[in-house]
């Protein structure tokens, strides 16, 4: 602070040296910030250029003919649900297929991408105190903006080469290409650049990125509605993933519409200069948002501490949860048309998903994904431990009258509770989606939150290998952890495409759940997996008992 | 006098690394004993060993009459602890993190709790993202001297608080005293020790190098003397017990082992004093003694 108040009177001299002076230092930023995301954004280009690699090779062979694209837009075009997810396909071509699956989410994706590269560079950076350390350099005022502004839009920018070089080498047309990694890269700079206000506004990097993803999902919502409910098309004017849409890449790339695009990002950028210059470093606009004084007075046991710290990202997951079975049970009556136009999509849901009819399968599908997800869901609460151990906040916990059993078992009622919970609210939320659609509400309740309830023991398994390793190898945890799910979530999702053998697939927890709905239920292997999930917490809890804090 | 922690001949290692190396603390009952090393000495490392945090690695610890690792659960209703780098989770209030703290060693003691507040100047309902470190340390302060625990075990609890918060934990400190309280107070601030402390336990490298009442350890050191004389001195170069002599004309300063003080102030007298000033050993001449020499 009074770093700030000795730079506040040094005697400014014209407004363009000052400008100048606002932005000594960011070259050096710049490189810092490369530097430090030597990994993050590597791995983000490479997950673009490997989706959007896939998804035009496998609709290369899916849609062959004509007749074929044309009979899928055909049953896509009218579903509201559909354009809702994906919007209208513009064009025929398999190109414009490719550019109606991938775009909306890809440009979103940029999008996130973008936000978390400039806050990470910016508010979280000034929250931890690092910025303190570099602004007491001769490092300018606006230096930190300008430099994450710089690392987001760059690595953005990258991603208009790298798309376009994988289609064309797919072989889709040169200029579709082009313009599909236009849209999908400036999107990324617009929300990069709402991310770059959104950290002058708030103290916490965590509020200013939710912000950010809120402006995102705003985005999102403007455009389903206006691409899915008739007169209100307009409304996708209104949402930069409606102007990626708009650039119809595919079928007549409007490069006008690029210009939207860069006016957006530079006027947000410029806002947030401006913002920049006229505060306090540590300072928002908006206030911070005071505590209490006093605990609630139900915050007295390390339970009630694990839920007040971990409730917050449990609500989110349920919103996600609820969302996507939302988005996906409705959108399933219309995947049937959609699938019959393929034979080779049709199995790749069948191999995911069993038997017992597409719709079936196609819910079974999705709920096998979901379980996947909670699965995540579970290891990072489970980690959680790992977090607060290794910040030291376990520290006054355990040495207050707390036993470490009881210390780690709250936060795995968290994680055990948390993920059935969201399952079965997935499983409901996939019901109602479904049965408003068709009618069945009363029907498809039970079956799919019974089908979600299925998948929590390979959760708990997943849980359970996470709470082993923190208890066993607690420096590796994280990174094993991780990799376990990582490993299960490829072998479950991707294993029966690539026809792995059987000794393979039963490796992951996944592999033995019943495939529901449609599938008959066997409590054997569920029961075997919950065994496994115990043995494994008890072996962590056992292991965490003797060894010292980290 | 009962001692409320024994710890004898303590050894732990962290791979390679010997932390502690035979580290012996007592600390008697009702007494303010300071914990004295430089960083890295061991100080924290047996501060969690005490908590049942880590396992000792050899040797015997003691805390409160019990095993700190086999019974850490029950002795910890006994105890209150100040962490060295007190770190807090983010989105919760001060206010709220010493409520949970009191309320999981059996309640909060309302009066008490507000008194701190008050006399640290704390804000409670500011998120624990927002303090800086001496507003954290003042968290954990508040919450261990609003507990009432017969013992308190401070990690080098000023190290973030300003000199008047200092005075403030200073008083604090004499009340716990007062009360009868045992305190085990961590520090490398030597002034802070010998303005609170009964008496200290020394170490350096994991080792006990001293320990003793501070009175007992000065009777250890020497006392600095300065004189101006009439006459260069005659006699002192040479007199075992004399260190550091410096003499310049009239001018004479030495280190000098309290048991030749009479003799040197015989032969000063001699020159003929015009002024003198002899200081007692500060705790920071105790540190450099016992920091400097070979282990």
């Known amino acids: ?550 | 006098m009962t001692a409320v922690i024994e710890v004898a001949g303590l050894t732990k290692s962290f791979g390679r690394t010997r932390a502690l190396d035979g580290l012996d603390l007592t600390v008697a009952a009702g007494e303010v004993h300071g914990f004295l090393g430089p960083n890295g000495s061991g100080k924290t490392t047996t501060i969690r060993v005490l908590l049942g945090l880590i396992r000792a690695g050899g040797g015997s610890a003691r805390l409160l009459g019990g095993d700190p690792w086999a019974e850490a659960t029950t002795l910890h209703r006994r105890l209150a602890y100040v962490p060295g780098d007190v770190t807090l989770w983010p989105n919760l209030s001060g206010g709220e993190v010493i409520d949970l703290l009191a309320r999981l060693r059996g309640g909060v003691d309302e009066k008490r709790k507000l008194a701190l507040l008050e006399k640290f100047e704390l804000d409670p309902a500011t998120k624990s993202r927002s303090y800086s470190k001496g507003n954290r340390q003042k968290v954990a302060l508040v919450a261990a001297l609003s507990s009432g625990a017969e013992l308190l075990i401070l990690d080098e609890p000023t190290s973030g608080l300003d000199p008047l918060m200092e005075a403030a934990f200073r008083e604090c400190v004499d009340e716990e005293r007062q009360a009868g309280r045992t305190v085990l107070l961590s520090s490398h601030i030597l002034s802070e020790v010998e303005a609170l402390c009964d008496r200290v336990t020394i170490i350096r490298a994991g080792r006990t190098v001293d320990s003793g009442a501070l009175a007992d350890l000065r009777h250890l050191s020497r006392t600095s003397v300065r004189a101006e004389l009439d006459q260069p001195p005659d006699g002192l170069d040479g007199l075992p017990g004399v260190h550091d002599l410096e003499i310049a004309g009239n001018r004479v300063s030495c280190q000098v082992d309290d048991r030749v003080l009479p003799e040197v102030l015989r032969r000063l007298a001699a020159a003929g004093v015009r002024s003198l000033v002899s200081q007692p050993p500060t705790l920071e001449e105790l540190f450099l003694r016992h920091y400097t020499g070979p282990s």
């Not at chain 1, 690699?53 to 009979?71: I, M, N, Q």
């Not at chain 1, 809702?84 to 991938?102: D, R, Y």
């Not at chain 1, 919970?421 to 019974?450: E, F, I």
């Not at chain 1, 529901?516 to 008992?545: E, K």
């Open chain 1, 1 to 550: 602070m009074t770093a700030v108040a000795a730079r506040a009177r040094r005697p400014g001299g014209g407004s363009a040296s000052r400008g100048r002076a606002g932005l000594a230092g960011t070259a050096a930023l710049i490189s810092l910030g490369l530097r430090r995301d030597r990994i993050f954004l590597p791995v983000w280009l490479y997950i673009f250029a490997g989706s959007i690699g896939s998804t035009g090779y496998s609709f290369r062979h899916l849609y062959t003919s004509l007749a074929e694209r044309l009979s899928l837009i055909a049953s896509v075009q009218h579903d509201p649900s559909v354009l809702a997810l994906s919007g209208p396909v513009s064009g025929t071509s398999a190109g414009s297929l490719v550019a109606w699956k991938v775009l909306v989410t890809a440009s979103a994706a940029a999008g996130l991408m973008g936000i978390l590269t400039v806050v990470r560079h910016t508010r979280d950076d000034e929250e931890q105190g690092r910025l303190e350390l570099v602004g007491a350099a001769a490092v300018g005022r606006q230096a930190s903006l300008a430099a994450g502004l710089t690392v987001a839009f760059g690595s953005s920018l990258a991603l208009i080469p790298l798309l376009a070089a994988v289609q064309v080498v797919l072989g889709y047309p040169f200029a579709g290409a082009l313009a599909l990694g236009a849209a999908v890269a400036l999107s990324g700079c617009v929300f990069a650049a709402v991310a770059a206000v959104c950290a002058q506004l708030t103290v916490s990097a965590r509020t200013a990125r939710g912000l950010a993803v809120a402006v995102l999902g705003v985005a999102f919502l403007l455009r389903a509605v206006g691409d899915s409910a008739s007169g209100a098309s307009w409304l996708r004017w209104a949402s930069p993933l409606g102007w990626a849409e708009q650039m119809q890449v595919y079928a007549s790339p409007r490069w006008s519409v690029g210009v939207l695009f860069v006016v957006a990002a530079a006027a947000l950028a410029g806002c947030a200069a401006q913002l920049a210059a006229h505060r306090d470093l540590g300072a928002g606009l908006l206030p911070a948002r005071a505590g209490r004084p006093q605990a609630a007075g139900w915050l007295r046991s390390p339970l009630a501490l694990a839920w007040r710290l971990q409730h917050g990202a449990l609500l989110g997951w349920a919103a996600g949860f609820a969302l996507a079975g939302a988005v996906f049970g409705s959108a399933a009556r219309g995947i049937g048309p959609m699938l019959n136009t393929s034979a080779q999509a049709r199995q790749m849901f069948i191999r995911l998903g069993g038997h017992s009819g597409l719709l079936d399968a196609y819910l079974a599908a999705v709920i096998a994904v979901m379980g996947v997800a909670a699965a995540g869901y579970a290891v990072a609460a489970v980690l959680w431990l790992h977090g607060e151990e290794s910040e030291r906040r376990a520290e006054p916990v355990l040495a207050a009258p707390v036993g470490r059993v009881r210390w780690a078992g709250s936060h795995l009622l968290v994680a055990a509770v948390g993920s059935a919970a969201l399952l079965v609210l997935g499983g409901l939320a996939m019901a109602l989606g479904d049965g408003l659609t068709s009618g069945g509400v009363g029907t498809q309740v039970p079956r799919l939150a019974g089908a979600g309830l299925a998948q929590v023991p390979a959760a708990w398994v997943m849980a359970g290998v996470a709470v082993a390793l923190w208890g066993l190898v607690p420096r590796a945890a994280v990174a094993t952890a991780w990799s376990a799910l990582g490993l299960a979530a490829l072998i479950t999702v991707l294993g029966p495409a690539v026809r792995l053998a059987q000794a393979v697939l039963d490796v992951s927890p996944f592999t033995h759940i019943p495939k529901l709905p449609g599938a008959p239920v066997t409590a054997t292997p569920l029961a075997w997996l919950i065994a496994v999930a115990v043995v494994l917490a008890v072996a962590g809890l056992a292991g965490f008992r003797r060894r010292d804090l980290l």
